[in-house]
């Protein structure tokens, strides 16, 4: 296996720059954006791998060139072999491993500049754990880079006193006034609660739903909704919430993200949890051959002073056999503070349910202790029309098939399922728009009148529409299909059905932008849908 890379977690210092692993950080991102942007190895050609606006061109769109410095990011020479440009896997099964080679060799580029620079050769990509630390870690702030660290020494390779190059002028955060931070309730890690990668019709499971080579035209997975997309949301925003796209944050718009060093502090944590999610939690990656092969085109990134690495998801897909692990994956204190499960929570959760439903301890314990696999999704109800999100509060009816629901009831009362309760999914399906500058909290059947935020028993969850501008570009390579997400509203539903309310005969959905949509920037959402999922 050769040299082992651990990464950490960034440990925030306020700004004054004590995590040698930030230091050198800035070292490398400084490196990087001193070559052309046709060069492979510079951060603006990497930038342009994930996605950009330089060749490719959007009236509601802000290009490279309209981005306010710091950092000053050029828009030539465009390389005369662009192939490995806009190659970024979303809304698809594909999106955590091409992300994972996307992250490998982005560190190894770094680590070759770092190490050139007179630093570590055992450095390793940090992460930014939001779970735990949601305010931004200050050394991203700063548009200043210190000249002397705190033991005294001087900043490396003689930046001290330069522009900072991990400070991003165009992120501005959840109040649009470039503090930035992960609100309460913003996020979740609730995907790590998915049992299978893949999911079904009803639902993107925790890895995606399965597509070929794909940009946002399939079944959103758990990892990727949230905390993925609601993240980049959040952190890029809009300055002032003016809703101008002239005025988005980078991180909010896939072809202009990865411009902005915190993509990558982000994105580590990303593939931490789809680590976690395999090593701690025991879940397996797909066997399908589509998967482990992966799509054509190839994924294939460039790598330092070499041929382009080309790759497959089976080859990335176990991180014990690759050059990094985490500190977290070495230390479960690490994970239990963030809030993530621990391999016991599904059996307890599951007999908690069991017994919430109405069934004997002894009988509770009996049955099986861990979710099986989803066996098959049967559509309970739809809207029978689209609906348009603007400015505050959205409402949707979904009329429930009545015998459907009558199997559903049967099975949550405990007369017809053998082994464990069915599961419900709330699909919101060909999601469009010009503007991904929100997050959409959804509810079902909250009182009227009753205030969203009081009542957080009845959220099914939130939605970031990270893409959106491309998921509903009709000339694009999918045709405008736009996102579509799932979520689990098996706990709602259960409190309807003993409540007796769930043989209503509908379901009223509630879709509400974390903060008011500007004029004209509508959000359509093609249908809402609920599926029954058996075991």
């Known amino acids: 296996m050769g040299q082992q890379y651990t990464r950490n977690d960034i440990s925030d210092s306020g700004g004054n720059f004590s995590d040698p692993n930030v230091v050198w950080y800035a070292v490398g991102v400084h490196a990087m954006m001193q070559r052309s942007l046709s060069d492979p190895a510079s951060w603006w050609y990497f930038a342009a791998i994930h996605g950009q606006w ?14 306010n410095p710091p950092p000053d990011v050029p828009t030539s020479p465009v390389p005369s072999d ?42 390793a990509l940090p992460y930014w754990n939001y779970f735990q630390n949601p305010q931004m870690p200050g050394d991203f702030a700063a548009t200043t880079l210190p000249a002397t660290l705190p033991d005294g020494s001087p900043f490396p390779a003689g930046l001290g006193g330069q522009t900072n190059p991990l400070y991003v002028t165009d992120r501005y955060g959840p109040d649009g006034d470039g503090n930035i931070y992960i609100p309460q309730g913003g996020i979740s890690a609730d995907c790590l609660n998915d049992s299978t990668y893949t999911g079904t ?26 905390p993925h997309n609601n993240v980049h949301v959040i952190v890029g925003s ?45 879940r397996s990656n797909p066997s399908d051959p589509a998967w482990v092969n992966g799509p054509t085109p190839e994924f294939a990134m460039p790598w330092p002073q070499s041929q382009p690495w080309k790759y497959t998801p089976g080859d990335v897909g176990n991180i014990q056999v690759l050059n990094y692990t985490y500190d977290m994956l ?36 009996a049955r099986p202790q861990i979710v ?28 429930l098939d009545s015998t459907v629901n009558k199997k559903l009831m049967s099975s949550l009362s405990l007369e017809s399922t053998p082994d464990q309760p069915d599961q419900v999914f709330l699909k919101l399906e060909g999601i469009t728009g010009t503007r991904g500058a929100t ?32 998921a509903s570009d009709k000339n694009g390579k999918h045709g405008g299909s736009g996102l579509t997400f799932s979520l689990d509203i098996t706990s709602i539903v259960d409190d309807l059905h003993l409540g007796k309310t769930l043989d209503a005969g509908s379901l009223d959905v509630l879709l509400v932008p974390y903060r008011p949509l500007p004029a004209g920037t509508d959000i359509k959402v093609g249908r809402v849908s609920v599926y029954r999922v058996t075991h």
């Open 201 to 226: 019709s009803a639902n993107g499971g925790f890895g995606g739903g399965i597509t070929t080579f794909s940009h946002f035209s399939g079944l959103t997975g758990g990892l990727e909704s949230n």
């Open 54 to 67: 330089v060749t490719q061109t959007d009236p509601t769109s802000r290009s490279w060139a309209q981005v």
């Open 82 to 123: 662009t192939s490995l440009w806009d190659q970024c896997q979303h809304g698809t099964w594909y999106f955590v491993p091409w992300h994972r080679g996307y992250l490998m060799a982005l560190e190894a580029q770094l680590r070759q500049d770092i190490v050139a620079a007179g630093g570590p050769a055992t450095w």
């Open 330 to 365: 070495q230390n479960t204190a690490l994970a239990a503070a963030s809030g993530f499960p621990s391999p016991k929570a599904q059996p307890v959760a599951l007999a908690a349910r069991l017994a919430h439903l109405g069934a004997p301890a002894l009988e509770a314990a």
């Open 238 to 282: 809009t300055k002032n919430n003016s809703g101008d796209y002239t005025e988005e944050g980078l991180m909010i718009d896939p072809n202009l993200a990865a411009l902005d060093p915190i993509f990558y502090m982000h994105h580590c944590l990303i593939d931490l949890l789809w680590a976690y999610w395999n090593v701690a939690l025991g």
């Open 372 to 399: 099986a696999p989803p066996r098959a999704a049967e559509l309970l109800g739809a809207s029978t029309s689209s609906l348009i999100v603007n400015g505050g509060v959205s409402r949707a009816s979904v009329k």
């Open 439 to 470: 997050v959409l909290d959804v509810f079902v059947n909250l009182p009227a009148g009753a205030n969203p935020a009081e009542n957080p028993q009845q959220k099914a969850g939130s939605v970031g529409l990270f893409g959106l501008k491309q």
